[in-house]
């Protein structure tokens, strides 16, 4: 969605897939994921599916809120931390959810997917405080907005290794999918205020 502060998006690689790194997808992914995550994965904590690097920023937001909420800022250097691990996420994402071919640094070198977010100068304190309880709508249409994604990824990833090809439409639907994640999880890291919308652009 124009406008809004969190953005991702990927260079599209529609045609001329590698079959055969799509269909060992999930293993090759594995030491990116343990470290960064899987697609999907939102949630705080160490079992919320976002990684080791996932669960110590779910830590620093933690010391990030009681920092927001006595001053009403994020604190500078645990914002570039959390910024370093969703670019690596985003990068992650992409080549789980098979919207990317070639095999993610590990970390925020260079990769056919912009992220972008910028740092608030100020954060809103009742915003910030009441996050949790904020999220849920989110979180529960996101739900079944992944079950949805869970469905055409798997039609993907056949399409894939029987014609080379990610069909456009549900390769727009991906992108959008992992967006609206992205979106609502650097929210829940506290990294921007404005509520994520309920949308795939």
Not at 13 to 39: D, M, Y
Not at 131 to 145: D, T
């Amino acid at each position: 969605m124009a406008g809004y502060p969190v953005s991702f998006d990927v260079e599209p690689q529609t045609t001329g897939r590698n079959r055969l790194t799509t269909a060992f997808r999930l293993i090759l992914a594995i030491p990116q994921v343990l470290i960064a995550g899987s697609p999907g994965s939102v949630g705080l904590g160490a079992n919320s599916g976002t990684g080791v690097f996932g669960a110590v920023i779910s830590l620093t937001s933690v010391l990030s809120w009681f920092a927001i909420l006595f001053t009403g800022r994020y604190p500078r250097g645990l914002w570039d931390l959390a910024k370093t691990y969703m670019g690596w996420r985003a990068n992650v994402v992409a080549y789980v959810a098979l919207l990317r071919d070639e095999y993610p640094p590990f970390g925020t070198g260079p990769y056919p997917v912009t992220f972008e977010v910028d740092y608030p100068e100020q954060s809103n304190r009742w915003s910030v405080a009441f996050r949790l309880i904020l999220i849920i709508p989110q979180a529960i249409v996101l739900l079944f907005v992944l079950l949805a994604w869970i469905v055409t990824a798997v039609i993907a990833w056949f399409a894939i290794l029987f014609t080379g090809r990610y069909p456009e439409g549900l390769y727009n639907f991906g992108v959008g999918v992992q967006r609206w994640t992205l979106r609502v999880q650097a929210y829940l890291f506290l990294m921007r205020d404005e509520y994520p919308p309920f949308s795939l652009q």
